[in-house]
């Protein structure tokens, strides 16, 4: 009888623990998803400023390069603007996929899709320079809440377990 007490304390000192690092998790993958995103984006203005492809087989291109969530977002697109416009497009992909971004970075790369197709050659330059500057910012921000927030799910995890633990023992 007491093995299988000290059986469920652990499992649930371990349960606790986990959820705690999964949830400090998020903060690393969102900085990470941001990065995807801005290399992603400077892959995209450089071929669309020197090989002049059609937006849809440089997107195309991105996602094959890619081997994380951020590729299934511009092979959404890519595959969106056989039916859609491309600012249209790349917001439907934007939307259906599951990112560690917060809504503001969200926002942010939906911007890009404002006049994405819609303006000529250095138009979209320029609304490119514009997205990767605000992701800038927002991997900055994000740095910080990783700091601030990462030890501490990770910690509360562990505290909130063990709590459990002795209330029930």
């Known amino acids: 009888m007491l093995f299988i007490r000290i059986l ?7 349960t606790c623990s986990i959820i705690g690092i999964l949830k400090s ?3 690393v993958d969102r900085i ?3 990065r995807e995103f801005k290399n992603a984006l400077n892959i995209f203005k450089t071929k669309i400023n020197f090989t002049y492809e059609p937006i849809p087989e440089i997107f195309n291109q991105i996602s094959e390069s890619m081997e994380t969530n ?3 977002i511009f092979r959404k ?3 969106n ?3 859609k416009p491309a600012g249209e497009a790349w917001n439907i992909a934007m939307d259906t996929d599951i990112l560690n971004i917060n809504s503001e970075d969200k926002t ?4 890009l899709g404002k006049l994405l197709g819609k303006t000529d050659l250095k138009g979209q330059l320029n609304q490119i320079e514009l997205t990767t500057s605000f992701l800038e910012n927002q991997i900055k921000k994000a740095e910080i809440e ?12 562990m505290i909130i377990g063990l709590g459990i633990v002795i209330i029930l023992v």
């Open 77 to 79: 697109a890519s595959y």
């Open 8 to 14: 469920i304390y652990s499992a649930i000192f371990l």
């Open 70 to 72: 951020i590729s299934g």
């Open 146 to 157: 990783r700091e601030k927030n990462e030890k501490l799910y990770r910690t509360l995890g």
């Open 32 to 34: 990470n998803e941001l």
């Open 25 to 27: 998790r998020r903060y």
């Open 108 to 111: 942010i790369l939906k911007n």
């Open 81 to 83: 603007m056989n039916f």
